[in-house]
């Protein structure tokens, strides 16, 4: 944390064995998730005070997108390891694991947290059920892989940012 008008560090958050690769609040600001490039890691970290609250590990490359479900429960991690994770917030436990063909590059909720976009190296952008673990659709139309996804507010379109130098805009399909 800085302080903008001094240009001086407030706290600094040092833990990861390498770059950083990707971070989020929990929705009520009072923890920060990061992902380490190199090291793997998920990192937990208490805003207020800059303590590490807890250390999550599983993937084994490089990080790609770390996220908080909107409700706070969930936090989802991608990685170059071509799997999904989704994790327990509180207590840092993973829950289950999407397993894809190629790494897996961004991710996104919906507002209400109920679907999960993800996109892939293999040019896909895949739609997930949360609550019922199972895909909903296959979206397909990009030449590169999907390095960036944001759902409109209301849910009614997602977008997709590729290396094709394109951003598709999808009618989304949602979870019942």
Known sequence: LWDYKSGEPIRQLAGHAGPVACIDFSPDGRVLASAGLDDCTIRLWDVETGRELKQLGGHWDWMSAVLYSPDGNLLISTSYDNTVRL???????????????????????TPDGSTLAYGTWGRQVVVWDVKKRAEIATLEGHQGPVCSLAYAPDASILASGSHDRTICLWKPPVAD
């Open 87 to 109: 994790w327990n917030a509180t207590s840092g436990k993973e829950l289950y694991r999407i397993e894809e063909s190629s790494s897996v590059l961004a991710a996104a909720f």
